[in-house]
């Protein structure tokens, strides 16, 4: 493949988005800003992979570059540290469900769950007071949120049976898009408030959608392996095997105040997979540092860049901006800091990296331009492959994918594909690059 055309990088927002032909399986649940598929398919294509090659997504999400591998009979694994996505990568690439048993066991579970709320006394189910304080204010109101505990209740009833996986799935998906009062922008944040909704017709709607995708896939031949690790992408070697990946395709966060925990809150609280701050703090503290809402006092991956002088300069930059603009809460102080920890985060992943991949791996990492910090502009993709290079990776082109406008400015802003290629030697000491130079 050709590098992608700076023309059509340019045009409006519908490069990014799912495209029609690409919604089975990928829209069982999807981050909403996630890259989309036929940008995994460019790159497998540019870069030659083939069915006896693997992929990997180190920063996986909900499993886009994952599940378009499987469809294109392509073997792939993931790593997620985000509970509620790596759950999410897991069920979307479970295939082998019977379509038939999904639906019949799902209309048993709405019959029992429309008795039990049609006897309803009154009260109200309600989350524990720990879970309920992870919630964001007013995320969900009291009637679909008992309505919502009456149905998990019931999918409980199935927890031996194949479809619950399946099934909670569907439910994460009608909770963020027809059940609860949440809002998307460039943060999570609170919608229209509807004091009611219809929880089990919404859940039932997404569990026929899902069911139609397994049929269609079942009538297809057999597909690839593909398996979704838990964990920390700046510790790759825990999970993963040497010598064993031809190809990276990723997307992982970008260095602003977007917390990525506040945007599964909703149903990772409600499905079970955070119960308390203690589970919200590990799972943060297993997160690239991206966000001042995740930067703990014993971090340390800034001294991956400790020598590198732009990335120095720029948080010496967003710091004067502070100061010269007297603020002084808690977490604009943190901006510099957070800053350094992201790209030093980066610089351990893909140091950390090196031993997992193949001599003449290639990889493309999808990140953007930023400027939240005092509106300091961030060239994201420039300082990644700077980094890259000083840990021996070839930069083979940084592609324009598309451009967006910044929330506070309205300034044009790059997302661009950083592409590498590990030309080998991939068993050089950590040690050996701990302090990162231009």
């Not at 590498?420 to 000491?429: A, E, F, I, T, Y």
Request: net charge positive; with cysteine; aromatic share 6%.
């Amino acid at each position: 493949m050709d590098t992608p055309d700076p023309s059509a990088a340019c045009r409006p927002s519908a490069i990014n988005q799912l495209q029609a032909q690409d919604r089975a399986g990928h829209n069982w649940y999807r981050f909403v800003l996630s890259f989309p598929p036929h940008l995994v398919r460019d790159y497998l294509k540019r870069f030659g992979i083939t069915s006896d090659q693997q992929v990997l997504d180190p920063f996986c999400g909900t499993g886009t570059t994952l599940v378009e591998c499987k469809k294109l009979g392509i073997p792939s694994v993931g790593v997620e540290a985000n509970a509620m996505a790596h759950f999410a990568s897991q069920v979307k690439l479970d295939w082998t469900l019977n379509p038939d048993q999904l639906r019949r066991q799902a209309h048993e579970v709405a019959e029992r769950t429309q008795t039990l709320l049609a006897s309803d006394r009154g009260e109200l189910r309600r989350l524990e007071p720990d879970r309920q304080q992870l919630l964001l204010k007013n995320s969900i109101s009291p009637r679909p949120l008992h309505k919502t505990l009456t149905l998990l209740e019931q999918l409980q009833q199935h927890s031996d049976h194949r479809p619950l996986p399946h099934g909670q799935l569907a439910l994460a998906k009608a909770l963020v898009s027809k059940i609860g009062n949440l809002h998307f922008g460039p943060e999570v944040g609170i919608g229209t408030i509807k004091a009611d909704a219809p929880v089990v017709e919404a859940w039932l709607t997404e569990v026929g959608a899902i069911a139609q995708d397994l049929q269609d896939f079942q009538s297809q031949a057999s597909f690839p392996p593909a398996i979704v690790h838990q964990g920390d992408a700046r510790q790759m070697r825990q999970v993963l095997t040497p010598g064993t990946i031809d190809a990276v395709i990723t997307s992982p966060p970008y260095p602003n105040e977007k917390d990525y925990t506040r945007t599964t809150r909703l149903e990772s609280v409600l499905l079970g997979l955070i119960r308390d701050r203690a589970a919200l703090k590990a799972l943060k503290q297993g997160l690239v540092r991206s966000n001042t809402r995740n930067v703990y006092k014993l971090d340390q991956d800034d001294q991956w860049i400790a020598s590198h002088p732009e990335i120095q300069r720029l948080a010496a930059a967003i710091e004067a901006k502070r100061i010269e603009l007297g603020k002084t809460s808690g977490f604009e102080r943190l901006y510099a800091r957070v800053t350094k920890l992201y790209f030093g985060g980066m610089a351990q992943h893909l140091a950390d990296l090196r031993p997992i991949l193949r001599p003449g791996a290639h990889l493309a990492y999808v990140v953007g331009d930023q400027a939240s910090f005092f509106r300091i502009l961030i060239h994201t993709g420039e300082l990644l492959a700077a980094i890259a290079q000083s840990l021996g990776y070839e930069l083979v082109s940084i592609d324009l994918f598309r451009t967006r406008r910044a929330t506070a400015t309205r300034a044009e802003l790059r997302e661009e594909v950083v592409v590498l290629r590990w030309v080998g030697d991939g068993q050089r000491p950590l040690s050996e690059h701990r302090s990162l130079q231009n």
